[in-house]
């Protein structure tokens, strides 16, 4: 196991969730210490893919950890340099808008301000319906910046959803181990 410390925030994009425990599941086995994170969306919101409170309890139980769920709890992150990377799987349009914006206003949202100050890296994984509309641009925004890192990703289902993109969930741990050595994986668009 490596001794590094990762965040791993969940957004609201509930139907890619499954693939998101995936690969927690694969990181808490290759890493010393998983911490989740869950937007108010996750951790308040029931849907047809479970439970609030069932996806907090499967993340509390792979991780051995608490999820963070508030603002005052994510806050300390970069004070203290609690985390070595921060993954935020899924990624939503609406995160997506306020990373680029620089809108710290929910707990996965102030994980990544907070963790930024620190110079290291967020590793994001897109899961939004409109990737190639109005999120396209804040796409195109983060891509350039310093310490965003995407998990490749590709348009879900071009027939029916025309502008949805999803990131390739199973290409997290490869992501997050080539962002801590700084590097980009490629190809990106798949």
Do not use: W
Not at 97 to 118: C, E, F, Q, Y
Not at 132 to 150: D, S, V
């Amino acid at each position: 196991m490596e001794n590094k410390t990762i965040g791993f925030a969940f957004c609201g994009s509930f139907c890619t969730y499954e693939k998101a425990i995936s690969a927690l599941e694969s990181l808490t086995a290759s890493y010393d210490t998983v911490i989740p994170i869950f937007s108010q969306a996750g951790c308040t919101i029931d849907s047809r893919f479970g439970t609030a409170q069932s996806h907090l309890s499967r993340a509390e139980t792979l991780c051995h950890h608490p999820p963070l769920t508030s603002i005052a709890e994510v806050e300390p992150i970069g004070p203290k340099k609690l985390l070595d990377a921060l993954v935020i799987a899924p990624c939503t349009g609406n995160t997506l808008a306020k990373l680029a914006h620089g809108i710290a206003d929910g707990p996965v949202t102030m994980a990544a301000k907070s963790h930024l100050r620190n110079g290291r890296p967020v590793i994001i994984a897109v899961s939004t319906n409109d990737g190639l509309a109005a999120a396209a641009e804040n796409i195109g925004r983060l891509l350039p910046r310093k310490y965003f890192y995407f998990v490749p990703f590709r348009q879900d289902d071009p027939m029916k959803k025309p502008t949805s993109l999803v990131a390739d969930f199973t290409k997290i741990p490869e992501t997050l181990a080539l962002a801590l050595q700084g590097t980009q994986i490629q190809p990106l668009l798949l």
